[in-house]
C-alpha cells in the first residue's frame, strides 16, 4: 500500500500547454524530491525540499517549477510543456537524518506531442 | 565527476541460482549506500542498505557487500525467483541532500 501517491500515472499533453504533477505523502516526512527518469536509465534530481517553504533545484536543469506549502504535498509545474519534457516523473520522500532511504511514489509518465 | 555506475546493464540468471549485482562508485566520502528495485510501471523500492561502517548487510534473501578500498557495491540475491525481474540502482550518499543513483541493472530470471 503506497504512502506516497503521484497523479496522474498518465498523461498525453499538447506542447505549449500548463500541467501540474500532484505527489502527497502521509508520512509525515520533510525532505521531498522530484526526479526524472527515462526508462530504466538513472534518476536525475529535479527539486528538493527540506520542509515547507523550503524548496531547491537539483543537478539537472529544469523548467519545472515546485513549491512546498504544506508537508505532504510537493506539486511539480511545468509552464509551458515541450516534447522535450517527456519522461517518467518520479516523486520521493525520506525521514529526517542522513540514513534513510527515499520511499517513492509510481510516477507519472509524461508525453508531449 | 560524482557517478555510480553498474558493470553490467543486463543479468540473466536461471530460477533459483544466487544473482550477484554489482556496482561501483567514485565518492571516497560517501558514507551510506541503498539498493533499489524497480519493476516495470512502479517506482523504485528501497531494498538495502548499508553504513560505511560495515562491510555486509544480509536481508530476508539478499545480501549487500561494501568494499570500501575498491568503492564497490555488491547485491547477492538467494534463490532467484521470478518475482526478483527487476531493475535494480545502487545509490550511494556522499552528504548533505545529494543522493547519487546509477544507471541500473535489468535482472531477468529464467524459468
Known amino acids: 500500500e503506497a504512502d506516497i501517491y503521484q497523479t496522474p500515472r498518465y498523461l498525453v499533453i499538447g506542447t505549449g500547454k500548463k500541467i501540474t504533477l500532484e505527489c502527497s505523502q502521509t508520512m509525515g516526512h520533510d525532505k521531498m524530491y522530484w526526479y526524472q527518469q527515462d526508462p530504466g536509465m538513472e534518476l536525475h534530481l529535479i527539486h528538493y525540499s527540506y520542509g515547507v517553504n523550503s524548496t531547491e533545484k537539483g543537478d539537472l536543469s529544469s523548467e519545472s517549477t515546485v513549491s512546498r506549502i504544506r508537508t505532504e504535498h510537493f506539486p511539480l509545474t511545468l509552464e509551458s510543456a515541450r516534447p522535450s519534457h517527456t519522461s517518467q516523473y518520479l516523486c520521493?520522500?525520506?525521514?529526517?537524518?542522513?540514513?534513510?532511504?527515499?520511499?517513492f511514489g509510481s510516477g507519472t509518465r509524461l508525453t508531449v506531442v | 565527476g560524482e557517478s555510480v555506475g553498474l558493470h553490467l546493464p543486463t543479468l540473466s540468471v536461471q530460477e533459483g541460482d544466487n544473482s550477484i549485482i554489482n556496482c561501483a562508485y567514485s565518492n571516497s566520502a560517501s558514507d551510506y549506500f541503498i539498493w533499489y528495485k524497480q519493476e516495470s510501471g512502479k517506482g523504485p523500492q528501497f531494498i538495502i542498505d548499508?553504513?560505511?561502517?560495515?562491510d555486509k548487510r544480509q536481508g530476508q534473501r539478499v545480501t549487500v557487500l561494501l568494499n570500501k578500498t575498491v568503492k564497490h557495491l555488491s547485491l547477492q540475491i538467494a534463490a532467484t525467483q521470478p518475482g526478483d525481474s527487476a531493475v535494480y540502482f545502487c545509490a550511494e550518499h556522499p552528504g548533505g541532500f545529494k543522493t547519487i543513483f546509477g544507471a541500473g541493472t535489468r535482472l531477468f530470471v529464467k524459468a
Open positions: 520521493a520522500s525520506s525521514d529526517q537524518g542522513d540514513y534513510y532511504g527515499y520511499t
Open positions: 548499508i553504513r560505511s561502517n560495515m
